[in-house]
């Protein structure tokens, strides 16, 4: 079963970018498809985008459109996460994972 | 897109408790839904998927049914562990959605 590591908390700006990895160990990273999620302080879930690495394929709640950028790079099994034009708004734990394995989450304060 | 409309938003129940949960789709999904439990300050975990495939390692108490539109999680007989946030998510069609979430609480 793949296990997904996180990087740190961060605390950014309004208007600058974040970019957290989250790197796969066991399993076959680029053939699954996965999940970036987030969930702001007292929210439910929120599905963001995804992407199938081997295929470089990826797709974008409407809402991230064109805000956020999630790469992946097959040769050391991390996925990337950007979000661009930070707002206090996204101020949340984000995490990656698919169906049965997820991160731990990575908390982005965005204050100034 | 796909809206996944869950209810109670909350529940109130007592140990030993069956509870059931609700999710419905703006539009079929056939079996492509997953349910979740969530506890504070930690990942989503995966109890059901698709729809009514109980995974591994999780208690036989959880159960789960649907296709189309109408899905439900059922809790039989409620532990002290399970008193927890649940989702579920269709992966059917992208954007995949969640619903808005179900608080499980103590009576």
């Known amino acids: 079963q793949v296990h997904l590591v996180q990087s740190g908390a961060e605390v950014k700006k309004p208007g600058s970018s974040v970019k957290v990895s989250c790197k796969a160990s066991?399993?076959?990273?680029?053939?699954?498809?996965l999940n970036w999620v987030r969930q702001a302080p007292g929210q439910g879930l929120e599905w963001m985008g995804r992407?199938?690495?081997?295929?470089?394929?990826?797709n974008y709640a409407q809402k991230f459109q064109g805000r956020v950028t999630i790469t992946a790079d097959t040769s050391t099994g991390t996925a990337y996460m950007e979000v661009s034009s930070l707002k206090s708004e996204d101020t949340a734990v984000y995490f990656c994972?698919?169906?049965?394995?997820w991160g731990q989450g990575t908390l982005v304060t965005v204050s100034s | 897109a796909i809206q996944m409309t869950q209810s109670p938003s909350s529940l109130s129940a007592s140990m030993g408790d069956r509870v059931t949960i609700t999710c419905r789709a703006s539009?079929?999904?056939?079996?492509?839904l997953g349910w979740y439990q969530q506890k504070p300050g930690k990942a989503p975990k995966l109890l059901i998927y698709?729809?009514?495939n109980l995974q591994s390692g999780v208690p036989s108490r959880f159960s789960g049914s649907g296709f189309g539109t109408d899905f439900t999680l059922t809790i039989s007989s409620l532990q002290p562990e399970d008193f927890a946030t649940y989702y579920c998510?269709?992966?059917?069609?992208?954007?995949?959605?969640f619903g808005q979430g179900t608080k499980l609480e103590i009576k």
């Open positions: 992407i199938i690495p081997f295929l470089n394929i990826t």
């Open positions: 994972g698919k169906r049965e394995s």
């Open positions: 998510l269709q992966d059917y069609n992208h954007p995949y959605s």
């Open positions: 539009q079929g999904i056939r079996n492509e």
């Open positions: 698709p729809a009514s």
């Open positions: 066991g399993g076959t990273f680029s053939i699954y498809t």
